[in-house]
């Protein structure tokens, strides 16, 4: 059985920065789509930034880009994203999630979806307040 666990939530000033982090086990990393989701109170849960399984392509929600990055280390079967100039509306509880069903022609709606996505963590708590 696979599982993927993140860590690094937490709370933080506006304008700071936190690393997440998710380690996979159970599973050939590398043959992994990474992505990273959010859920804020009452919202959906919404895409964040997703990584290709090389890692040479990433993907990342507008309101995200410039701030965010999203990272994998195969050989750790780690992934990061990395995100900095947080605001209030980053709150939220985030999520990794993992697919093997991915295509470089999937959709944009197909690769933001949640329901794209079989394998995922238990979620961190990133509270951004002053």
């Known amino acids: 059985q696979g599982q993927l666990v993140e ?3 937490g709370l933080v000033q506006p304008g700071g920065s936190l690393r997440l982090a998710c380690a996979v086990s159970g599973h ?3 043959d992994l789509f990474i992505a990273w989701f959010r859920q804020a109170p009452g919202k959906e849960r919404e895409f964040v930034a997703g990584i290709s399984k090389g890692g040479g392509n990433t993907y990342y929600r507008n309101s995200v880009k410039g701030r965010f990055t999203i990272s994998r280390d195969n050989a750790e079967m780690t992934a ?7 605001n209030a509306e980053d709150t939220a509880v985030y999520f990794c999630a993992a697919t093997t069903n991915f295509s470089p022609t999937m959709s944009l709606r197909a690769r933001t979806s949640a329901t794209t996505y079989g394998e995922w ?10």
Request: net charge neutral.
């Open 80 to 86: 990061y994203l990395q995100m900095n100039s947080l």
């Open 28 to 30: 050939t990393f590398s």
């Open 7 to 9: 860590s690094g939530g």
């Open 121 to 130: 963590g238990q979620g961190t708590q990133v509270t951004v307040s002053s």
